[in-house]
Nanobody, 116 residues
């Protein structure tokens, strides 16, 4: 079955950085677009970044442009989210997302907390 497993979250000071990973299984990973979403305290889940099946196309929400970079390694079935210059507004649970054959799949999420 389809599985998405995130890792790499944690507590970081403002201005710091983290790298999130999402390891996928159960579907032909290299054929599918993958996205990162986040849900901050008291907020709805929202899109952060998306990457096309071969990594040639990426898009970001305006608030993370220039700070976050999404990438993928299709040989390792893994998508990454490099997050730099973190601030308190980036505090959230970050989720990996894939839509496979018209079914949506989410990982369990990884907590990112930005605080001094």
């Amino acid at each position: 079955q389809v599985q998405l497993v995130e890792s790499g979250g944690g507590l970081v000071q403002p201005g710091g950085f983290l790298r999130l990973s999402c390891v996928a299984s159960g579907f032909p990973f290299s054929h599918y677009t993958i996205a990162w979403y986040r849900q901050g305290p008291g907020k709805e889940r929202s899109l952060v970044a998306v990457i096309g099946h071969d990594g040639s196309i990426t898009n970001y929400v305006d608030s993370v442009k220039g700070r976050f970079t999404i990438s993928r390694d299709n040989a390792q079935n893994t998508v990454y989210l490099q997050m730099n210059s973190l601030n308190a507004a980036d505090t959230a649970v970050y989720y990996c997302y894939a839509r496979v054959e018209n079914t949506q799949y989410w990982g369990q999420g990884t907590q990112v907390t930005v605080s001094s």
